[in-house]
Each structure stands twice: as structure tokens, then as C-alpha cells.
């Protein structure tokens, strides 16, 4: 073995054990949601907060720092893909190495006090249980915004962390589009009125049914339950200790069942991604994912293109009218979507229809990024949010809980985040509509309940593939183009035509180019 190839192997053994302790740190935040008691919160954050100084000491110590600029210069005694490990290592190095370790201590003691904070709130409805320690974080935001430097916004730097190159600018001009497009839309549709009766979704249904329901729906969709686990949760999330640990939760209201469906199916969604990338590059950037709206656009296409479809449900929805005979009493499966698929406004952003969802997503990008530049202060981010919630979606904000305590987010720090959501279902309307010309029958096999088709082209297009592409390079090499609004646009029009009864023709994908 040559001594570049040693060399590489000893990279390869230091992010291996930097992953150990990572994985270890998710257990904690796992456990944190999951199971643990609120007493042990104090201590648990400074279990946290040592663990993560430990991490980030480990990954910019001078050895490795050393390690990959040799590596890097000496990249063709390497593979393709080594190569491109060393190279996507050494730009995470860099940027790590611009956080000072006292700033990623506080920064981790800060989201666990922020965390058990915003618990609290939420139970009592109330936001000022959680504003100073959301104004801790947003300044310790800042702060880690000029640590890692920016040209043109503060929120840049945040934004990169989950898509790479992503900026406000760019990001501006795409929401300027949803806000035009999608707003109108929503106009258009709201003339047409409801298409069917939808009471029957808030009757009771079990709260043990429900979960052996979403239990059946996430085997359907290929989850392994012998890599993986589900729990319930004030707030579905996805946690990955490896490929061959991927955990998932959600949450259960008996009388909205379609909240514990769409969790399932999304946070399967982000788990079967993580499952799928390559084990033998644990630790490694091609063992993890492109980014964020990559992420994102595997769990809205489970979500939205195959779990809110009628060929979904022509299979589905007899098993679930089996378990719920008296709630889904002389429902049929075309009420049963009609109801599922119905427009309208509402308060909460995880179980938005998928037109309004990113009028939820456009108002946090808007709060995030004028908290990050001066526009927006935390003292009273509860009348703001509550404004736009009334100027976006002619919304009323009954409480906090509601409102702006409803997401997690910012409570773990997770600032340029809310963004991905909306990139995710863009990407993931212009990846089905390729699945669909691939793979002709993929509606029908979808009807007979067999996802493995679908499930075995995103493994090969983009589980695969790990960071070796960004998600313009990976929507190119699918698609052959970079992202395009317009996909998303003509399935929604497609799609709610049929179920508002309205013309189409005038509708078409366009190339932006």
C-alpha cells in the first residue's frame, strides 16, 4: 500500500471516530425527545455541551487539518471518490475551524435550555416562557454568522450549512415566484369550493390503531424495522446514528389522523434516504446526504406525489377503513381523497395542504432572515409572526401554541432550515416526474401497494450517491436541468384539476433556461 493510500486510511479512521461521538450525540437529542425525565435537563445539556466541544476539537485538530491538505495535493494517488471525500472534508474542516470551541459550548448548552424552554411554552400557550432563550439564540445565530463570514446577508451563512450555495438572493427570487404563483392559485381554486364533505377526518379514531396503522404504512414503504425504530414525540423527527440505525417519531391526535399519517410517511420519507446511503462510507461525506433539499425532497415526494395520491389510497384506504369501520362508516376512497387533497388555509405548517404548506414555509424565511439582519426583534416575534399569518393566509392566530411555538426549529438552532422544505418539494415534484417516464407502470404498482419500484430508482438516482454531487449537479444529471418551479406548478394543476373540476390547458412545464 502506498503511503497516500495509508494516509487516506487514517483519515478515514479519525472521521469514522469524529461520526462515533456524532452518533453518540444524537442518541442524547434522541433520548432528549424521546424518553427522558425533565428533571435530568440541566445536566443532560452539559452531557451534551462537553460531548460537542469534544467533537468539534477533534475536527480541527491541526493533525487533521494537516492530514487532508496533504491528501488534498497529493488527490490523484486517489480514487474518484476519495478524492472527493478529501476535498468535501477539507471544506467542512475550514469552516469548522472558524467556530472557537467556546462558541460551540454555549452554543449546545443554549439549545438544550432553549429546548425544554419552548416544551414548557407550548404546554402553557404561552410565548414568553420561551423568548429569552430564543434571544440567546438568535444572537448566538449572529454571532456564529460573522464567525463564519458571508458577502451580502448574515442569513447566507446559515443557509449554506444546509444547502450548499443557497443565498437570499437566490432564495428571494424563488419565494418571490411561490408567492406570485402559488397565491394566485390558491384564488383560484378558493372560488371553485370544496369538493366534497371532510367531518369524517376529525372523528375519534384510536390513538393504538392509528399507530399499528402507521406502523403497516411505513413497512409498505420499504422502512426496515431491524435498522430502526418508532417512537411518539411533541414534534416528528428523524434521527440516524448510522445507516443501519435510522429512528424515526411521530405524534398522535385521535381526532386528526391524517397529522400521525403524514408523519409516518415523511419521516419515513428522511429515513429510507439514510438507509439507503452507502454503509461502507459511514463517517465520510459520500456516506452522507447531497443536503437538506435533497433530504427534504425524499420525504415530501413520499408525503405529498405518492401519499396524497389516489393510487395510494385505492390499496390503502381499505385497510384503513378496516380499523376504523365506524369513523370511515360509507366513505368512499374517492371522498376519502377528495377531503384529503381539500385547499384551504390553516395554523399549522405540518399539516398544511401542499399549496398553502409554503405560505407556512415563505413567513419563516421572512421571520428568519429579518432576525438576522436587524428587521425583526424577539421582544414581540409573536405579533409578527401573528401578522403575517393574517396578511398570508387570512389567519387569526388563536394562541401560541398555534402559532409561533409550533415548530422546533429555532429552539435547536436549525435557522436556514425552513427554506429546504419548500426546495424539497420542488425538487421532489421534477424527481417523480422523471420516476414516472422511467418507470411507466409506477402509478399501477403504487395501486397494488408495491413501492419497491419507486424505492429502488431513488436508491439508484440519489441515495447512492451520498455529497459526491450538489443538488444542482444531482437535479441535472437526473433531470436534465437544474430546479424548475414549473414541475411543481404542473403537477398541482394537474393534479386539483381533476379534483376541483377546472381546465388545464393553458398549463404547461416550462423551461426557465
Known amino acids: 500500500m502506498s503511503i497516500i493510500k495509508e494516509q487516506y486510511e487514517q483519515y478515514v ?8 461521538l456524532n452518533s453518540t450525540l444524537a442518541l442524547l437529542h434522541w433520548d432528549n425527545e424521546v424518553n427522558a425525565p425533565s428533571k435530568g435537563a440541566s445536566l443532560r445539556g452539559q452531557q451534551i455541551a462537553t460531548l460537542s466541544a469534544t467533537v468539534h476539537e477533534w475536527a480541527t485538530s491541526s493533525e487533521l487539518g494537516e492530514l487532508l491538505l496533504h491528501l488534498n495535493a497529493n488527490r490523484q494517488a486517489l480514487s474518484e471518490n476519495e478524492a472527493k471525500n478529501v476535498e468535501l472534508s477539507l471544506a467542512i474542516f475550514n469552516k469548522e475551524k472558524k467556530l472557537p470551541i467556546k462558541f460551540v459550548t454555549a452554543f449546545s448548552k443554549a439549545k438544550t435550555k432553549a429546548f425544554q424552554a419552548w416544551l414548557n411554552a407550548r404546554k402553557a400557550k404561552d410565548y ?9 439564540m438568535v444572537d448566538l445565530l449572529k454571532e456564529k454568522a460573522r464567525l463564519i463570514g458571508y458577502k451580502e446577508h448574515p442569513y447566507d451563512a446559515l ?20 408567492r406570485q404563483q402559488l397565491v394566485a392559485f390558491a384564488k383560484e381554486i378558493k372560488v371553485k369550493g370544496q369538493p366534497s364533505e371532510k367531518a369524517f377526518l376529525n372523528r375519534h379514531y384510536d390513538k393504538q390503531k392509528q399507530w399499528d396503522f402507521g406502523i403497516e404504512l411505513l413497512t409498505q414503504m420499504g422502512y426496515d424495522f431491524e435498522a430502526g425504530r418508532q417512537d411518539l414525540s411533541e414534534h416528528p423527527f428523524t434521527t ?10 411521530t405524534r398522535i391526535e385521535e381526532n386528526t389522523p391524517l397529522e400521525m399519517i403524514g408523519s409516518c410517511i415523511h419521516e419515513g420519507g428522511h429515513a429510507l434516504y439514510e438507509m439507503g446511503l452507502p454503509s461502507k462510507q459511514y463517517g465520510l461525506p459520500l456516506g452522507m446526504a447531497t443536503s437538506l433539499g435533497i433530504h427534504e425532497s425524499q420525504s415530501r415526494l413520499w408525503e405529498n406525489q405518492v401519499g396524497l395520491s389516489l393510487a395510494y389510497w385505492k390499496v390503502n384506504f381499505p385497510r384503513m377503513q378496516e380499523r376504523f369501520p365506524e369513523a370511515l362508516e360509507g366513505i368512499t376512497v374517492e371522498q376519502f381523497y377528495k377531503a384529503i387533497n381539500q385547499l384551504e388555509p390553516n395554523y399549522i405548517r405540518t399539516i398544511a395542504d401542499e399549496i398553502h404548506y409554503h405560505l407556512h414555509v415563505l413567513i419563516r424565511y421572512e421571520i428568519e432572515k429579518g432576525l438576522m439582519d436587524g428587521t425583526y426583534d424577539v421582544e414581540n416575534l409573536d405579533l409578527v409572526w401573528n401578522k403575517k399569518y393574517k396578511d398570508f393566509l387570512g389567519l387569526e392566530v388563536p394562541d401560541a401554541t398555534k402559532g409561533i411555538l409550533q415548530d422546533v426549529h429555532w429552539a435547536e438552532g436549525l435557522f436556514g432550515y425552513f427554506p429546504t422544505y419548500s426546495l ?17 407502470n409506477l402509478e399501477e404498482e403504487i395501486a397494488k401497494g408495491n413501492m419497491t419500484p419507486l424505492l429502488e430508482w431513488l436508491r ?3 441515495h447512492q450517491h451520498g455529497q459526491k454531487y450538489t443538488s444542482e449537479e444531482l437535479c441535472q444529471r437526473i433531470t436534465g436541468e437544474g430546479l424548475n418551479l414549473s414541475y411543481f406548478m ?9 379534483i376541483y373540476e377546472f381546465e388545464t390547458k393553458h398549463y404547461s412545464v416550462e423551461n426557465p433556461n
Open 13 to 20: 479512521a479519525q472521521l469514522q471516530k469524529i461520526q462515533d
Open 490 to 498: 404542473a403537477y398541482a394543476r394537474e393534479k386539483y384539476a381533476v
Open 460 to 462: 439508484y438516482h440519489i
Open 128 to 136: 414568553t416562557l420561551y423568548k429569552n432563550e430564543l434571544r440567546v
Open 159 to 178: 443557509i449554506d450549512e444546509f444547502e450548499k450555495g443557497a443565498t437570499v438572493a437566490q432564495l428571494d427570487i424563488l419565494f418571490g415566484a411561490v
Open 424 to 440: 424539497g418539494s420542488f425538487y421532489a415534484a421534477q424527481f417523480y416526474s422523471k420516476a414516472k417516464e422511467d418507470l411507466p
Open 240 to 249: 440516524t446514528f448510522s445507516s443501519k440505525d435510522v429512528r424515526i417519531t
